[in-house]
């Protein structure tokens, strides 16, 4: 069974640094194929996606937030880490992370946590 | 970048057919995904690789995708299909791999 489940502070300050950490059961990122990868979603707006990190620990970055994201991940751990720096209040959003098999593809997320609510505010 | 478009709303009336848009330049030429979303939830993947049906989910819904456009068909629709959709799909421009979302299709149960 495939569970994903998203971790960090539920309120940041602004130009404080968001860590994020996603810790998931049911595979392993060190297979050939997987990925995991984060979104956001900013209350009543859509889904964005920010990062994505492969088996083969490459990165990719959502081109207009690439300065200030970093991820990584821990495979002995099962986690994806996810850091934001330079906080803004118009980054307050629903931070997901998700599952994506056969990232070598064009493939979907088929699995997704439930989310945590970052708001950032002074 | 690439964008996707998507209706913002769509209205249908029980046991009617919904048909949900996502436009994109040359979109034939890739794989959609479609996720819905409902209140308070997190996504789920309703559709994949255009026309592909995850297990669980119901045959009612389908898709195709040719030309510039993609569509989720939800046929006999129920209170129950009220959500936000959206449509996805990965943009390989180059040596930049990245993830695009439409802008979500909120659907109405009348």
């Known amino acids: 069974q495939v569970t994903l489940r998203e971790s960090g502070p539920a309120l940041v300050k602004p130009t404080q640094t968001l860590k994020l950490t996603c810790t998931f059961s049911?595979?392993?990122?060190?297979?050939?194929?997987?990925?995991v990868s984060w979104i956001r979603q900013p209350p009543g707006k859509a889904l964005e996606w920010l990062a994505l990190?492969?088996?083969?620990?490459?990165?990719y970055y959502s081109t207009s937030l690439k300065t200030r994201l970093t991820i990584s991940k821990d495979t002995s751990k099962n986690q994806v880490v996810l850091t934001m720096t330079n906080m803004d209040p118009v980054d307050t959003a629903t931070f997901y992370c998700?599952?994506?098999?056969?990232?070598?593809?064009?493939?979907?997320?088929?699995?997704w946590g439930q989310g945590t609510l970052v708001i950032v505010s002074s | 970048s690439y964008v996707l478009t998507q209706p913002p709303s769509v209205s249908v009336a029980p046991g009617q057919t919904a048909s949900i848009s996502c436009g994109g330049n040359?979109?034939?030429?890739?794989?959609v995904h479609w996720y819905q979303q409902k209140s308070g939830q997190a996504p789920v993947l309703v559709v994949y690789?255009?026309?592909d049906r995850p297990s669980g989910i119901p045959e009612r819904f389908s898709g195709s995708n040719s030309g510039n456009t993609a569509n989720l068909t939800i046929s006999r629709v129920e209170a129950g299909d009220e959500a936000d959709y959206y449509c996805?799909?990965?943009?390989?421009?180059?040596?930049?791999?990245?993830?695009?979302f439409g802008g979500g299709t909120k659907l109405t149960v009348l």
């Open positions: 996805q799909v990965w943009d390989n421009s180059g040596d930049h791999r990245s993830v695009v």
């Open positions: 040359n979109v034939g030429d890739k794989s």
């Open positions: 690789d255009d026309s």
């Open positions: 049911g595979f392993s990122l060190s297979t050939s194929g997987m990925c």
């Open positions: 990190i492969d088996w083969d620990d490459d990165k």
């Open positions: 998700a599952r994506i098999r056969g990232c070598g593809g064009d493939s979907a997320f088929d699995y």
